[in-house]
């Protein structure tokens, strides 16, 4: 019912620059934190940033300083990006929303499918 999609993975230089968006749609009554996860292959999943309702933000150890994540609460999306990228950096993104429904007033943690980020020469 809620769908979360990225967009704006792809390959990219050391040193270059992307920006990741993620867009939910559906029956929302509102989104409160929005994060940015990712993974590497044969790495855990870990948190990358995240955002509050209010615009608090929090970044990975890893990133701090190299990425910025923002949102649009009236376009219900978020963004990351990420510039002085390194190929630690290469990873699948995901974007994570805890969103409250029409339906009910629960809140939910909803995941996107992901998106490619490689960072190579």
């Known amino acids: 019912q809620v769908q979360l999609v990225e967009s704006g993975g792809g390959l990219v230089q050391p040193g270059g620059s992307l920006r990741l968006s993620c867009a939910a749609s559906?029956?929302?009554?509102?989104?409160?934190?929005m994060d940015w996860y990712r993974q590497a292959p044969g790495k855990e999943r870990e948190l990358v940033a995240s955002i509050t309702r209010i615009g608090s933000t929090n970044y990975g150890g890893s990133v701090k300083g190299r990425f910025t994540i923002s949102r649009d609460n009236h376009k219900n999306m978020v963004s990351l990006q990420m510039s002085s990228l390194e190929p630690e950096d290469t990873a699948v993104y995901y974007c994570?929303?805890?969103?409250?429904?029409?339906?009910?007033?629960?809140?939910?943690?909803?995941w996107g499918q992901g998106t490619q980020v490689t960072v190579s020469s």
């Open positions: 994570k929303m805890a969103i409250k429904r029409n339906t009910d007033y629960r809140l939910d943690n909803y």
């Open positions: 559906g029956s929302i009554f509102a989104i409160w934190d």
